[in-house]
């Protein structure tokens, strides 16, 4: 038999009585969320949403119910909760829901400003929202995936719970989201420190100064924006005028800094060096043939080829090479004996 006074029975049959429309809502409100959001490009670990209960609105109203006029006064019925991997995200999903709803400022809360030791799982900011056209509010609860990890797991654990939690299990508690809150903090630092690195190489890429440029993985992708390879590829397709399928060429980073290059200004001088050599390991490798399609990749391979040669490496560095690019297979043994058996003829090796 229900504990509600009159009162908190209307507010449950006009909830009753709403609880479709606000499932629709709560669909097209997830879901505007979550287009809005990859449309910025903006990546979030997940998108919760759910409608209250109906035991949890009783169990709600029988506690307060007296607060409540109508349903129109709870805010929480439909609740979302938009869960970030980084901190400074939180306030681009807040921004981009200012744009999508009428936020309810005098009832929304920044917990975030709380600065009690213990409050890392609850820092999250909520808004509340409403549309023009459903005269309900519902809530928005932002925060990121540690808080949000963090907050369950002191659920789980009965932290807050009301019952006594001896103190030395509170101290515990409290270093654990003392280490939380630092690392979410670190790797928002960390993830801001890297795209202003990317910036610096990208505007040192661009200036010319390859010099002072670090060989690594940021470097080297922007450095491939600039087709270094491209002149190569097109003197050796025009033996056959042929044409130049695309194709990744970050793999060459591995072999690359495997043979000792440092720098993009390594790389840019490799090409240099080495570019009439791979000419002629391309011209004689496809010279005889009617290939009318090449790889972008035959360029850089050619001139890893000429290097490994000019160096000493031999058919052990050359077979390194294709295992490093494709994995170990048996056939790059007998690949590096052929290729290097002709390149013996070839006039840079006699140079």
Not at 253 to 282: C, M, P, S
Not at 335 to 340: G, N
Request: charged letters at 25%.
């Amino acid at each position: 038999m229900s504990a509600l006074d009159p009162h908190c029975e209307a507010i449950m049959d006009e909830y009753r009585s709403l609880l479709p429309r606000f499932e629709e809502v709560r669909k097209t409100v997830h879901r505007t969320i979550k287009q809005t959001l990859d449309d910025a490009g903006l990546l979030v670990a997940a998108i919760e949403s759910r409608v209250k209960t109906e035991s949890s609105l009783e169990g709600k109203l029988e506690l307060k119910g007296s607060k409540y006029q109508s349903l129109k006064d709870l805010t929480d019925i439909l609740g979302l909760r938009v869960i970030t991997f980084y901190i400074d995200d939180v306030d681009k999903v807040a921004s981009a829901l200012e744009r999508l709803f009428v936020i309810d400022w005098d009832n929304s809360i920044d917990k975030r400003k709380a600065h009690e030791i213990d409050s890392f799982g609850y820092l999250s900011l909520h808004y509340i929202c409403s549309l023009p056209d459903f005269p309900y509010r519902f809530e928005v609860q932002m925060r990121t995936l540690l808080q949000h990890a963090w907050a369950n797991m002191n659920h789980d654990t009965g932290y807050k719970s009301g019952v006594e939690i001896p103190i030395r299990y509170r101290r515990s508690m409290s270093r654990l989201a003392g280490m939380l809150e630092l690392v979410d903090e670190e790797f928002s630092k960390m993830r801001t420190e890297l795209t202003d690195y990317r910036r610096q190489v990208q505007a040192l890429v661009a200036s010319g100064n390859l010099d002072e440029v670090p060989l690594d993985g940021d470097t080297f992708r922007s450095y491939l924006e600039l087709k270094p390879f491209l002149a190569l590829n097109r003197r050796i397709a025009a033996v056959n005028q042929a044409e130049i399928q695309d194709v990744p060429l970050m793999p060459y980073l591995v072999v690359l800094k495997g043979l000792g290059f440092k720098t993009l200004g390594d790389i840019n001088r490799f090409i240099k060096e080495y570019g009439d050599a791979a000419y002629q390991i391309a011209t004689y490798q496809i010279g005889l043939t009617d290939l009318d399609i090449i790889s972008s990749s035959l360029g850089p391979q050619d001139l890893c080829i000429a290097f490994i040669l000019k160096s000493g490496g031999g058919k052990a560095g050359v077979r390194m090479m294709f295992d490093a690019l494709g994995g170990t297979h048996e056939a790059n043994e007998a690949m590096a004996e052929f290729l290097v058996e002709q390149a013996k003829s070839l006039p840079f090796m006699n140079q």
